[in-house]
């Protein structure tokens, strides 16, 4: 009801005294009680129309820092906002509507807006931190101001501007370094120098493509061509790895396929494949993230590119679980070819999946399977050659992922 009431406590207070003085002047015949009332009714009613002048002015614009936080990571969100008011007002209480998506306090008092009547507008800007709560694209906003009048009687509220869309991507763990054996599938960015004879005139010359750098022009090569030629140093081949992430919606809560952020399960199997992602990434692999039905759902990135490599969770930040097809698959169909490493993060496995399972295991330099459901028997696949640990809903990733690294070791120890 508050939320309503356009009278401050101040003003409610002069509106009852201005009532009790009309009453009380009618029956007692006080003539000076009756010009009191009036008075202070013709304050309210000015007050009001005061208010009335003061309106938003521009666009709202929010900054958030990070851009795209993750869940449970923190932001800032900084404010600029226009007034414009005939007369000064009081200092009131500013507003910022949060999503469910984050989580914080974003309100705060308002400072005092002086006359625009100049032609300049009152800009508010504000600062408040929130925390990623939900994975999903949210919508943040209005801002809304709450204004009074130089008196401090009546109060507006005004919503500004429009609600900006804030990403918050899963989380990213940081994983512990891949076992050594994986270096066997090439584990660190390979390169091959291709240089003919000695020095640096003698390198291989190719035309200049747009993004190559300026200090890479090859002068000699490009005197005598007379275009712009690069020297080709190195070639560089980054090895393959392949994520899959099982979307099919028998394994986790139906709820996984309406919003991001209903199902704990399908949540952390997402953080962990993000955490994959950067881990691989770092360790010099171009990576591919894949559904059990081989459909891409995020661009391919690059070995070495740390910072693409956390950008690309924001590509994460609306998915869902999808119904099963036909085949019901854990992997697709062209895991059994891959040689490079491969990650599937599932959930609830049942009978037939532990066949199609064994059966990729062979070919994958380091086969690896993150489980997320509350049990998981995973004992025979550990004998068909996968790395294979459970998670719990909600639980350590990170946990996770040193258990099916330990297990290489536990087999090199052998």
């Known amino acids: 009801m508050r ?40 304050l309210l009613v000015a007050s009001a129309v005061a208010l009335l002048l003061t309106r938003g002015s521009g666009a709202v614009t929010r900054v958030v820092s990070p851009e795209v936080p993750e869940v449970g990571g923190p932001a800032s969100v900084t404010v600029r906002a226009g007034i414009q008011s005939a007369l000064p007002t009081a200092p009131g209480r500013w507003r910022d509507a949060l999503p469910a998506g984050l989580t914080g306090t ?11 009547l100049s032609g300049a507008a009152s800009t508010i800007e504000v600062r408040y931190d929130v925390t990623g709560a939900a994975r999903g694209v949210h919508a943040l906003g209005p801002f809304e101001v709450t204004t009074t009048d130089p008196f401090g009687l009546v109060r507006r509220r ?4 429009r609600t900006t869309a804030v990403t918050v991507a899963p989380t990213v763990r940081d994983l512990a370094a891949l076992p050594v054996a994986a270096g066997e599938a090439g584990g660190s960015r390979q390169t091959t120098t291709l240089q003919i ?18 200090r890479r022009i090859h002068w000699r090569a490009t005197a ?3 275009t712009l030629m690069v020297r080709q140093e190195e070639q ?14 028998s394994r986790w809560s139906p709820v996984a396929a309406h919003a991001p952020g209903g199902d704990a399960a399908f949540e952390t199997a997402v953080s962990a494949c993000v955490s994959a992602v950067a881990r691989l990434v770092h360790e010099g692999y171009t990576v591919d993230v894949v559904d059990s ?61 532990f ?14 399977l993150l489980v997320v459901a509350e049990r998981a028997d995973l004992d025979s696949l550990r004998a068909g050659g996968w790395r294979a640990a459970q998670v719990h809903p909600g639980g350590d990733v990170a946990a996770a992922w040193d258990d099916a690294i330990e297990q290489g070791y536990a087999r090199v120890g052998r």
């Open 3 to 42: 939320r309503f009431w356009p009278f401050t406590v101040r003003g409610t207070g002069a509106l009852l005294l201005a009532v009790a003085a009309f009453v009380i002047a009618q029956r007692a015949g006080i003539p000076e009680l009756l010009y009191f009332a009036t008075l202070l009714a013709a």
């Open 106 to 116: 974003a309100e705060g008092a308002s400072p005092t807006i002086s006359s625009s």
């Open 158 to 161: 005004i919503a500004l501007g």
């Open 197 to 214: 004879g000695q020095g640096a005139d003698n390198l291989v010359a190719r035309p200049y493509a747009p993004g190559d750098s300026m």
């Open 224 to 226: 005598h061509r007379d």
């Open 236 to 249: 560089e081949a980054s090895p393959a790895a392949t994520i899959v992430l099982d979307r099919a919606l």
């Open 293 to 353: 039905d081989g459909q891409l759902l995020a661009d391919p990135v690059e070995g070495g590119d740390d910072a693409d490599a956390r950008a690309t969770a924001a590509a994460f930040a609306s998915l869902r679980a999808r119904p099963d097809d036909a085949a019901r698959r854990v992997v697709p169909a062209t895991a059994a070819g891959l040689t490079g490493p491969l990650i599937v993060i599932t959930g609830a496995l049942q009978a037939d999946d």
């Open 355 to 368: 066949e199609a399972l064994r059966a990729v295991a062979q070919r994958s330099a380091l086969p690896m």
